[in-house]
């Protein structure tokens, strides 16, 4: 479990980041993100050196127009979904740990490949390469015998230009194919040679003996596959309609992935564009917000106006009917008081006329005495 855990610490996969650092330039670094993976989409040549890369599986889905890939001097142990990089034509995974060649015989226009310093197998090295590479390197590979490879990949490829490093002519691969074709090696054709050590010449009758039988076990494998397949029953015609579905469900698996590259990209475009309308949307929102704002400010100072103006005119009202009242009350007072007056000036007439009507009558009484008493003396 330990392990496991170390290892997928130590697991380094080729990011969106790792290439947006590596590859992208100044100006396009500093924009958003969705900007950033629309550029990187576009890439059409990645150089990633260096920088100790594990794994490259998911590559296919961070670019789509990939057509040049440097990947050398990294940590890379097999190559992943290269398979789906349809229009890579050089590939370079130099200086790194890869020990099966899987996937780039289906990349029909590859035309540069180097796979030089790795830990190559020589087992059916050349028949995972597609024909269509022009110049391809093997170089410090542990292959049984380079020269071999080398004239393997002469007859192999469609028009080689240069392998291991050696330029290929026209004569160099009519010189192969004629050997291939006629494989007459005779040990007295060592008379030609001069290396001046017979130990040596020995040892090359040796290695042509071995490449003989060696050629002669391939011609008897081939002819034992070609009777097998004359005289193929129901089951191997049953199987090889078996392998021709395989060959199609791989071709539907391929479209689904291309399709699912141009879904990807057509939702990169959408979310892009999902984006700009929300920031529309958002500018828009904050617009609406700052009017409602305003509209609620200016509803506010309009009634606290109003209040205030209702206010001032309550307070008007009140005034008026409250000087009304007292006006009233001082009428009614005032009336009063000239009732009360009136009553008193009626009192104090009343009076004096009693006052008078007294003194009248005293007068009389006085005057009625006098007369009695006058009469009396009398």
């Known amino acids: 479990m330990a392990s496991e855990v170390s290892t997928y610490r130590s697991r380094v996969p080729v990011t969106a980041a790792m290439v947006a650092e590596h590859c992208l330039d100044g100006p396009v670094k500093e924009k958003d993100e969705d900007e950033r993976i629309e550029a990187i989409f576009k890439l059409t040549h990645i150089r990633l050196e260096n920088l100790s890369i594990t794994d490259i599986d998911g590559i296919e889905c961070i670019t789509g127009k990939l057509t040049h890939l440097f990947l050398d001097s990294n940590k890379i142990a097999n190559m992943g ?4 990089l349809d229009n890579l034509t050089t590939l370079v995974l130099s200086n790194n740990l890869i020990e099966e060649i899987d996937g780039i015989d289906e990349l ?3 035309q540069t490949l180097n796979l030089s310093n790795n830990k190559l197998k020589p087992f059916n090295v050349v028949d995972k390469i597609p024909s269509s590479v022009m110049i391809a390197d093997f170089t410090g590979n542990d292959l049984l015998c380079q020269t071999d490879i080398r004239d393997s990949l002469l007859l192999h490829l469609q028009n080689p230009q240069k392998i291991n490093g050696i330029n290929c002519t026209v004569e160099t691969v009519d010189e192969v194919s004629k050997e291939d074709d006629e494989p007459t090696l005779d040990k007295t054709s060592n008379s030609t040679l001069s290396f001046g050590d017979e130990m040596f010449t020995s040892e090359v009758d040796t290695m042509r003996e071995i490449l003989l039988s060696d050629y002669q076990k391939k011609v008897a494998l081939r002819n034992k596959e070609v009777d097998r397949l004359l005289c193929a029953d ?11 579905k395989i060959i199609e469900d791989h071709k539907k698996q391929r479209q689904t992935a291309a399709q699912r590259r141009e879904n990807s990209e057509l939702l990169m475009v959408a979310r892009h564009k999902c984006k700009l309308a929300s920031a529309s949307l958002s500018d828009q929102f904050s617009q609406l917000k700052n009017d409602i704002r305003s509209r ?20 008007s009202k009140a005034f008026i009917k409250a000087r009304s009242t007292l006006e009233k009350e001082q009428a009614d007072l005032k009336s009063k008081s000239t009732s009360k007056a009136k009553k008193n000036n009626r009192q104090e007439r009343t009076l004096q006329q009693w006052e008078q009507r007294w003194v009248n009558r005293k007068g009389f009484l006085d005057a009625v005495v006098l007369l009695s008493f006058s009469f009396f003396f009398e």
């Open 296 to 315: 609620k400010m200016d509803i506010l100072s309009r009634s606290a106006d109003r209040r205030e103006k209702l206010s001032t005119e309550g307070e």
């Open 234 to 244: 129901v089951d191997e015609v049953d199987e090889f309609a078996a392998t021709e």
């Open 108 to 110: 029909s226009s590859l």
């Open 81 to 84: 979904e290269i398979q789906w």
